[in-house]
């Protein structure tokens, strides 16, 4: 069975870190770009990071610049979403999804058609 898993979410207080993953199985992710994407309560889904296959080049959203860091271990079959400095403002599902691509290019617009989606971690950061 073709599936990603993410793990990793939880409970953190503000200012605090986070590390969530997400764990491919029955495909390998060296032919994969990865997405993170979050969806809080009542507002749409949105882009947070992406790293291309070869992991030379990532993305992020404007609203996680210099928090968030995302990197790969193909050895592992694991991409990683590491978060620090939270803010409440993060609190929300945590997607990640695959798109095959080879090379250095990935993408955090929500319009492009992943070929895989996990089934996501929750997120919240509250004191």
């Known amino acids: 069975q073709l599936q990603l898993v993410e793990s990793g979410g939880g409970l953190v207080q503000p200012g605090g870190s986070l590390r969530v993953s997400c764990a491919a199985s029955g495909f390998t992710l060296r032919y994969y770009a990865i997405g993170w994407f979050r969806q809080a309560p009542g507002k749409a889904r949105e882009g947070v990071s992406c790293?291309?296959?070869?992991?030379?080049?990532?993305n992020y959203a404007d609203s996680v610049k210099g928090r968030f860091t995302i990197s790969r271990d193909n050895a592992k079959n694991t991409v990683y979403l590491q978060m620090n400095s939270l803010k409440p403002e993060d609190t929300a599902v945590y997607y990640c999804?695959?798109?095959?691509?080879?090379?250095?290019?990935?993408?955090?617009?929500?319009?492009?058609?992943?070929?895989?989606w996990g089934q996501g971690t929750q997120v919240t950061v509250s004191s």
């Open positions: 999804a695959a798109l095959r691509m080879i090379g250095s290019m990935c993408s955090i617009a929500t319009d492009v058609e992943y070929d895989y």
């Open positions: 790293i291309s296959s070869s992991g030379g080049r990532t």
